[in-house]
Structures are given as C-alpha cells and as structure tokens.
C-alpha cells in the first residue's frame, strides 16, 4: 500500500487516542517515583536499615532497565495490547502483594522484582508505539508519553502520604496495586502499532532523518557501533544521578533543612512535577537544538545544582537545584528514546532502546546505593564530579545534523550521512 492508502485506512483522531492512552499509562507506571514516601514507615515497619529499605528501589529499577528489553521484543511478537496489558496485571500484582510482605526479602520480591518486571515490559510499549505514529515529532512525542512517568508521583505521593497516616503503609500499597492494575489494563486496550510506512498526512521526512541512521538497523547491528555505548553510557550516568537524589528525597529534605515528613512528601511533588516537565521540555528542545547539544545542557547544569545542593541548608536553598535535578533526569529520558529512533532508524527503536535501558539498571544500583553509603553532602559533592566527567560524552557527536558516528565495532562498513 502507499502512504496515502495507509493513511485512509486510519480512523480520524486515532494518533490522539493512542498518545491519551500512553500518557495515562505512564502516569500509573511512573508512581515508582513517589516511593522514597514509603521509605521511613517501611524502614520502621521492617526494622530495618535505611540502606536495606531503600535497596527495593535499586532493585525496582534494575529489573525494570533489564526487562525492558524483553518488552520491546514481547511486543514485536504478541502486539503492543497484549503486551501492555501482561505489564499492568504484573505491576499491579507486585506493589499490591507487598502490602502483605511480612519482611524484607518478601517485599524485594514482590515490589521490586514482580512490580520491576511489570514497570518494565510496560515502560517500553508506549514510547515503541508513538515512535511509529510520530515520525514527524519524535522528540516532543516521546517526551509527551515519559512526561506521564515522571508525572505519577506527583499525583500518588501526597496520596500516599495521606493514606498511611489514616491505614498504614502496607494497607496504602494494596490499595494504591489495584488502582494501578485498574488504570494500566484499560489504557492498554487503546494501544496499536502504527501500519509499516505509515507517514502522516501532509508531511515528508526531511533528507537528514532518511540518511542519519543508514537505515532501520536490527539489535545485534546497533549493538556493533560505538554509538550504541555512548547513548548507553550516558543514560546511565544521567540516571545514576537523579535515581540517587529521587531515592532519597524525603529524608534527604528532612535531615538537611530540618523539615517534617510532609514537607518532605512536598519535595517529592516537586521533583515528580520538574521531571514529568523535562520530558517533555527537553525532548521538545531536541528537535530544534539536537540530540547531543541537549545531552551537553543537561550534564552541565546538574554538575552545578548537585554542587549547590551539598551546600544547602534550607528549605528555600533546596528547592531550586532539586527541581533543576529533576527537571534534567527528565530530560534524559525525553530525550533518549528519540536520540536512538535517529542514530538506527525507528523500525527496531523499541526493541534497540529497550535493550539500552539495562542503563537504567546500572544507574538505578550505582546511584541510590552510593547516597545510602556515605553522608548526604559528600555523596552530593561526589555526583557532580561525575556529571563533570559525564559531559564528555556528548561531545563524541557531531553538532551538525546528519553527522553521526556510527562506526561499526567490527570490520563491517559504517553507514554514513
């Protein structure tokens, strides 16, 4: 069929309803944000260290980054409804059972192993869909659909706060799995794959995304460029650095500026509203500045909030370096899924990218673990040496449209522009 056969076979306002459903999607996915909330009544709860508490947020994460991977090709396979629905029962079911965990290692099996597995088959399945029935905004779009992730605290933390005052943590978390299970199975419904060659009405695609990835490359062909590391490593370190501060952000607030345990929910909100914004203000941004350019931005003004913030004091001083914080861990993630559609083409960019959030994992494990490890201000000093170091990377690209590397790692011959 020809792209304009394709297009009269797609119902009016489809794109819209599909990009409804993945918003509301992540929005219920993303409240894995808002757990530093539970961190100290789980910590009393359990009897437990903070490091011990806080490691099924490490855990959560890591089994989402190494899942993720597996939706995308889950998808490829059983569709994007099916697929998206697996996700829901499974993170429903996972934060739903721990509030019956008796211990610790019972709650790292069902929060963070079950529910990691559910974050991450489900994660990857909007951004692969919208990815197809968005070519001609690929940046905004994607960051439109994370926006919802980064959103979901920011509706369940002052929620959840609430909740486990008047019924108790575990009694908060059963109720909360039900309404995720609820909101995720029913937005999955409205999710398809867009047809192959699918382009929308009136548009053409500008000669630089044509010629920038060489073509659509499979996994195992990404995975022999250098390019594919680089995207890696920098997610990992953009993650690392704002999975440590979102770990931590409630007694993080409460030990530095000498708040309650409501202020410190309100930190929550407010790292929850910057990061659901950066999404999509930093994936917007890529379209017109680039890929690399907003990578270099988001390095660079982290170096100097975290350095800030081991400094601050007060309430007041907090606020603005932890929204900036926030505001580029989003950014990371608006903007990746993109970065990749435009260095391999966007056939396989669900299943490439899902493989490249085993990122997340590493930077979910090295940050949260290393703030738990050592005093609050030091750890904090720490992480903008190594956003320092981190905004080498991005320098690696070229800032000219259309000129990327992507040298192969074996003797094969690099597409070029």
């Not at 965990?101 to 919208?130: C, E, K, R, S």
């Not at 659509?216 to 370190?237: F, K, S």
Request: proline residues 5%; aromatic residues 10%.
């Amino acid at each position: 069929m020809t792209a304009i056969e394709i297009q009269r076979t797609i119902p009016a306002g489809q794109r819209a309803r599909i990009a409804a459903a993945a918003f509301f999607m992540q929005l219920a996915l993303g409240a894995v944000y808002g757990w530093s909330v539970f961190l100290n009544p789980l910590q009393e709860q359990f009897a437990a260290t903070r490091a011990g508490t806080n490691l099924t947020f490490t855990i959560t994460l890591a089994v989402l980054g190494i899942t993720a991977g597996f939706g995308g090709h889950l998808q490829q396979r059983i569709g994007a409804r099916a697929t998206a629905t697996v996700a829901g029962l499974l993170y429903g079911l996972g934060v739903f059972l721990s509030g019956l965990a008796q211990n610790l290692p019972q709650f790292y099996l069902t929060y963070g192993v079950l529910g990691g597995v559910g974050l991450g088959l489900g994660y990857i399945v909007p951004l692969a869909v919208l990815i197809g029935w968005f070519p001609d905004k690929r940046g905004f779009i994607t960051g439109l659909a994370v926006t919802g992730f980064g959103l979901g605290a920011l509706v369940t933390s002052p929620l959840a706060a609430e909740l486990i005052l008047f019924v108790g943590v575990q009694r908060t978390l059963m109720l909360l799995g039900l309404s995720y299970l609820v909101v995720i199975v029913v937005a999955a419904q409205f999710l398809r794959s867009a047809p192959d060659g699918f382009v929308p009405s009136g548009w053409t695609p500008p000669a630089r995304m044509q010629t920038m990835a060489g073509g659509n490359l499979t996994l195992a062909e990404a995975l022999r460029t250098r390019c594919w590391y680089l995207l890696w490593g920098m997610l990992a370190l953009n993650v690392a650095a704002g999975a440590a501060l979102i770990s931590v952000a409630s007694p993080l607030a409460q030990e530095l500026a000498g708040v309650g345990p409501a202020i410190g929910a309100m930190v929550v909100c407010v790292i929850s509203l910057f990061n659901g914004a950066g999404r999509l203000f930093w994936g917007a941004c890529s379209d017109r500045i680039g890929r690399p350019t907003t990578f270099l931005a988001l390095f660079m003004l982290q170096t100097s909030a975290f350095a800030v913030l081991g400094g601050s004091d007060t309430l007041a001083m907090l606020l603005l370096p932890i929204a900036i914080i926030a505001l580029c861990y989003g950014g990371g993630f608006g903007t990746m899924p993109a970065f990749t559609a435009d260095m391999f083409g966007a056939k396989n960019a669900g299943t490439i990218y899902g493989v490249m959030l085993t990122a997340w994992s590493a930077g979910a494990v090295v940050g949260p673990i290393l703030i738990a490890a050592m005093p609050y201000r030091t750890a904090l000093l720490l992480v903008a040496g190594l956003l320092l170091a981190a905004a080498v990377l991005p320098l690696s690209f070229s800032s000219r449209p259309g000129r990327v590397d992507l040298t192969r790692m074996s003797s094969m011959t690099a597409p070029r522009a």
